[in-house]
């Protein structure tokens, strides 16, 4: 099946910018719809953004005009740009590809490790 590494977390300070970064294997990638989704301990996984095959875009309502999702097909690697961050952002964040009802709805059985965002002044 499908599976992603997640790179690109730091600890950084409000206002920052981060870029992550997911690369898929073990399919054809322009075919895969990709999310990313972040944790807090206690709380439930939130999808953040996510492109479908077809590049079309969706946005969690506190993220929408910040954070940009795009992928380049010739990597395999779906990116998550985030500008001014907020201590809010701060969480472990995750991606996954599949059918992208399946992304919105994060209908997933697995997942990877995630990448850490920590913002702290």
């Known amino acids: 099946q499908v599976h992603v590494v997640e790179s690109g977390g730091d600890l950084v300070q409000p206002g920052d910018s981060l870029r992550l970064s997911c690369v898929v294997s073990?399919?054809?990638?322009?075919?895969?719809?990709v999310g990313w989704y972040r944790q807090v301990p206690g709380k439930e996984r939130e999808l953040v953004a996510a492109?479908?095959?077809?590049?079309?875009?969706t946005y969690g309502p506190s993220v929408k005009g910040r954070f940009r999702i795009f992928k380049e097909n010739a990597k395999n690697t779906v990116y998550l740009q985030m500008n001014s961050l907020k201590p809010e952002d701060t969480a472990v964040y995750y991606c996954?590809?599949?059918?992208?009802?399946?992304?919105?709805?994060?209908?997933?059985?697995?997942w990877g490790q995630g990448t850490r965002v920590t913002v702290s002044s």
């Open positions: 996954n590809a599949g059918p992208y009802e399946s992304i919105l709805r994060s209908r997933f059985t697995s």
């Open positions: 073990g399919g054809i990638f322009s075919l895969f719809a």
């Open positions: 492109i479908s095959d077809t590049a079309l875009t």
